[in-house]
């Protein structure tokens, strides 16, 4: 597995930095994926983490969402380590597209990518108008807004990783970690959430 990016400039402040793994090792079902691995992931840095199956891919960026935690070594985001950061604060910060979403309830569209909203309300409040306008907005950009009201288990694969897609954009992070977000995607709407992630980084 290899990252591919892009240093920040050499005199960076300490935190311009998104990302600073740490001599991390990491062993799944009794294979090491990552010995001592190091790596500085800069803010506005468009990253890409290359390797044949099973090289660990998808566990790196689990690493980096606090989904597994590092058996060996240390992850900062902006020179703190992952560990102390509240879920809520860290979503936020870092939103996680993974290869393929399962949903166990056939919630609409519209109310999953709603959940991209959860980490902004206060315990027992309940959605703004402001979240359903950020949802439709999303949905609009991706061209998917008349399914706002379809069952997210009766679409389409590309369009429910379009949906997907559109729950990690009103989480409003700083972040987005993509596991091969344009898997199930035809051509069009390859070069449309690759537009958009352009301009989100611009």
């Not at 079902?29 to 099973?54: H, M, W, Y």
């Not at 102390?84 to 910060?93: E, G, S």
Request: charge should be neutral.
């Amino acid at each position: 597995m290899t990252p591919h990016n892009t240093p920040p400039p050499p005199h960076s402040p300490p935190d311009a930095f998104g990302f600073q793994v740490k001599n991390v090792s990491f062993s799944y079902a009794q294979k090491l994926l990552f010995k001592d691995l190091s790596v500085t992931i800069g803010c506005r840095e468009f990253c890409s983490v290359v390797g044949p199956n099973g090289a660990g891919k998808s566990t790196f960026l689990k690493l980096l969402t606090r989904l597994l935690e590092p058996q060996v070594g240390q992850i900062l985001l902006a020179n703190q380590p992952l560990a102390d950061y509240l879920h809520r604060d860290l979503a936020r910060k870092i939103t996680y597209v993974p290869q393929e979403s399962f949903f166990a309830w056939d919630f609409t569209v519209e109310e999953t990518v709603l959940q991209g909203r959860y980490s902004y309300l206060r315990p027992l409040e309940r959605y703004h108008s402001s979240d359903f306008d950020r949802v439709h907005a999303a949905l609009g950009r991706l061209g998917i807004e008349a399914l706002a009201k379809k069952g997210i288990n009766n679409i389409s694969s590309g369009e429910r990783q379009l949906a997907v897609i559109a729950r990690s954009l009103v989480q409003e992070p700083s972040i987005i970690l993509l596991d091969e977000p344009l898997n199930h995607l035809d051509l069009a709407h390859q070069y449309q959430v690759l537009s958009l992630l352009t301009e989100l980084n611009s």
